[in-house]
């Protein structure tokens, strides 16, 4: 079974986000490091929940879709089961 692009892409968008947190995380560290060490930490973990926050939204939109054809599934599969039942 062949996925569609929407899968496709949302599957890139995770593995370039779970790159940009570990590599972001690195630089954000590294660039606030002169500040102090518990600073840089501190922004450091920010940056880390707030890219968390988007991974986690970019995985809700997959799992919508799965929702909404799975939904459009038994719809068609109700209507069949109505339509035996008038006839």
Known sequence: M????FDRI????L????????FGALI?????LFLGL????????????ISLFLILALDAFAINREKY???KKQSIL???IYSKDTK
């Open 2 to 5: 062949q996925k569609e692009k």
């Open 10 to 13: 949302i599957s890139f968008l």
């Open 15 to 22: 593995g370039a986000s779970w790159a940009i947190v570990i």
């Open 28 to 32: 954000t560290f590294q660039i606030f």
């Open 38 to 49: 518990s600073l840089a930490l501190f922004i450091t973990m920010a940056f880390i929940v």
């Open 69 to 71: 054809y799975e939904m």
């Open 78 to 80: 109700l209507e069949k």
